[in-house]
């Protein structure tokens, strides 16, 4: 699967996009998220690795327990897409410029 | 701070590509610019059907848009610096799922280095794209309507799959 792909699965879950969300509007550790939200901490812990593995959070140790945000990286597929627009505009633009170029002499 | 992991918030580097083309910067720099909308990839764009013209109105502070076949006009950034034939920079306004966004300032520098043998060397760099990231909190809103983030997702599966 492609990261882009990954992200969409991982987000067509309901509870993981309430999870992405909350995430979104400040970082929090797993016990937060399990207060806040109708599910079990395990359940939370289990959605976070898949929002984990699709790049679209990350987690950084603060002391025993673990803070979650939103991975800017998340926008890695974005990223990617340009990279991939680039390299496209570019040959097209390599082709358009040589084949109109004037004769110099 | 020492203790930050490498995977930094500022570590989105920029996506930087180059080509090398048989023309001298002066023409390079205007079929990149003025001869924008002969070259841009066709299925790239914000507008429903397809563009008539990419337009970069060239000054600083000038508008970049396409231009319909209706006359449409649908913004895309504007110029933020204009040196011919050495250099420009667009803000590129386009946000993740593909709309104009005037806060959004993305931006895209473009250099013309001049070789002996005549050919140039064309350097673009798309940086800030943190800003990207900064919006994050609106692509988690949008996300689940057709228009949002899996709106561009999906685009971007069409695209790598293509």
């Known amino acids: 699967m492609t990261n882009a792909s990954r992200a969409l699965a991982a987000l067509g879950d309901a509870t993981r996009r309430e999870i992405f969300d909350r995430l979104a509007e400040a970082p929090s550790s797993v016990g937060a998220l399990a207060a806040a939200l109708p599910v079990s901490r395990p359940a939370v812990s289990q959605h976070l690795r898949v929002l984990k593995e699709a790049g679209l959070v990350a987690e950084t140790p603060d ?43 | 701070m020492s203790t930050t992991p490498a995977a930094n918030v500022s570590g989105i580097k920029p996506v930087v590509k180059s080509v090398t083309v048989k023309a001298s910067p002066e023409r390079a720099f205007e079929a ?53 034939p050495k250099r420009f920079v667009l803000a590129w306004q ?42 994050a909190k609106e692509m988690a809103d949008s996300v689940g309507s057709d228009g949002g983030w899996p709106g561009i997702l999906r685009a971007f599966v069409d695209f790598v799959d293509a």
């Open chain 1, 63 to 105: 002391g025993a327990r673990r803070i979650y945000r939103i991975d800017p990286r998340g926008i890695g597929a974005m990223r990617d897409w340009l990279d991939q627009h680039w390299d496209r505009a570019l040959a097209a633009f390599k082709d358009f410029v040589e084949e109109t170029e004037e004769p110099e002499a």
């Open chain 2, 32 to 84: 990149f610019t003025a001869g924008m909308g002969r070259w841009w990839p066709a299925s790239h764009h914000i507008g429903a059907g397809a563009f008539e013209a990419v337009v970069i109105e060239p000054r600083v502070g000038g508008r970049w848009y396409e231009r319909a076949a209706d006359g449409a006009e649908c913004n895309w950034g504007k110029v933020l610096a204009w040196e011919p």
């Open chain 2, 94 to 135: 386009i946000s993740a799922d593909w709309a104009y966004d005037p806060d959004l300032m993305t931006e895209v520098e473009v250099t013309f280095e001049p070789h002996a043998d005549g050919k140039t060397t064309v350097t673009l760099a798309h940086g800030r794209l943190e800003l990207f990231g900064a919006r």
